[in-house]
């Protein structure tokens, strides 16, 4: 998950600075290509209402979604963790 610095880390859609107190959504690194347009956005904090309000939310879901195989993300950023075949067969073999 990304590293969230309070005071310094920006919110890479409205670009303003995120404190903690402000309500936020955070990506693990999933793309590596500087050119893809949703680079900034792997492996960043971002203003939950931002990421809300973001006209390019359900692309970038779609995404990110393709990238991981432990965690969906939901329509609202938060993520769930995948249960695999093994995490049914053999209870406690991932806690977390
Ligand atoms: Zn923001």
Redesign the pocket.
Known sequence: MALFNPGVSE?P??N?VLYNNDARIGTSMFINDRKDKFWRYSDSC??K??FMNWELRKEFIERYNKAQSNYIMNDDGTLTRIKKWWHILLPGFMKN
Request: glycine share 0%.
């Open positions: 919110c859609i409205c303003r971002m203003h209402q931002c």
